[in-house]
């Protein structure tokens, strides 16, 4: 259901991050995406939810034409995706409830729909009762529940966290994965860029290595071994 075929991302300073990329992700899979510091984890993962244009090739994600794909259909596009990154990226001024209402206000949902929709999110996350409290009041595991929680307002097909875990100490960081693990048993495609070694080698999927742009292996329940 997201499929790239040699896929190229060159910037505007000639730096090119993405290499004739071939791949192709099963609704429901896990993905880790492994590699050194700018090798182009974070770029291919942009590609996907178009953040960035692709040079060339071609990249389909579920009924989209990414590399086609006009501006005005993008939004829709970023509905099917719920985006996690490693420094939350959270409305400092907004509550935990209004961070993740927010994502449906956007889309015009009716107050009714969202109010019962965050509860189940916020339910989901295991943060039903800090949801009057504010970003800053809560711990960095918290706060990356909240960014998961309103990356899955949406009820996205995939979920891609770019270094979820970059920030947290290494318990939150294994309560991070756990809980997406559980969305991916749920049948949700969870696509992660991470460094984190330890748990990549415990909580087993598919492993893609890229290494100065190329896709340089991609085993099915692979290790984390760079
Ligand atoms: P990673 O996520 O693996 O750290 P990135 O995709 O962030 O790698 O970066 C890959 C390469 O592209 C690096 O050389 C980085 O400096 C470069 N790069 C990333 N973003 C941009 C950008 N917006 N403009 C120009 N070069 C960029
Ligand atoms: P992350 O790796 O945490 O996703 P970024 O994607 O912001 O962080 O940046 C990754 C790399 O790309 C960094 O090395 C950064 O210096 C480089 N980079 C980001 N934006 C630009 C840019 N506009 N021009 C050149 N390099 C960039």
Do not use: C, W
Request: charged share 25%; aromatic share 6%.
């Amino acid at each position: 259901m997201i499929q790239l075929t040699h896929v190229s991302k060159r910037y505007s300073n000639g730096i090119v991050a993405v290499k004739d990329a071939s791949l192709r992700i099963e609704q429901g899979e896990f993905v880790y995406i492994i590699g050194p510091s700018g090798s182009g984890k974070s770029t291919l993962m942009k590609l996907m939810y178009r953040d960035e244009r692709l040079s060339k090739g071609k990249l389909t994600v579920g009924p989209y034409q990414v590399h086609a794909i006009k501006n005005r259909h993008i939004p829709k596009l970023r509905r099917h995706i719920g985006v996690i990154f490693q420094d939350f990226k959270l409305l400092p001024k907004l509550t935990v409830y209004e961070n993740v209402a927010y994502a449906l206000e956007v889309t015009g949902a009716k107050k009714k729909v969202i109010k019962e929709r965050v509860r189940e999110v916020l339910h989901l996350v295991g943060l039903t009762r800090k949801a009057n409290q504010f970003p800053d009041e809560l711990s960095g595991g918290e706060q990356q529940r909240v960014a998961i929680a309103r990356a899955l307002a949406n009820e996205p097909s995939i979920i891609i966290a770019d270094e979820p875990t970059g920030n947290l100490d290494p318990k939150t960081a294994r309560e991070i994965f756990e809980v997406l693990e559980t969305i991916n048993a749920q049948g949700t495609t969870v696509i992660m860029g991470t460094h984190n070694n330890q748990l990549v080698d415990q909580y087993k999927h598919r492993v893609i290595q890229i290494e100065a742009g190329r896709i340089v292996s991609d085993e099915v329940e692979g290790d984390y071994n760079l």
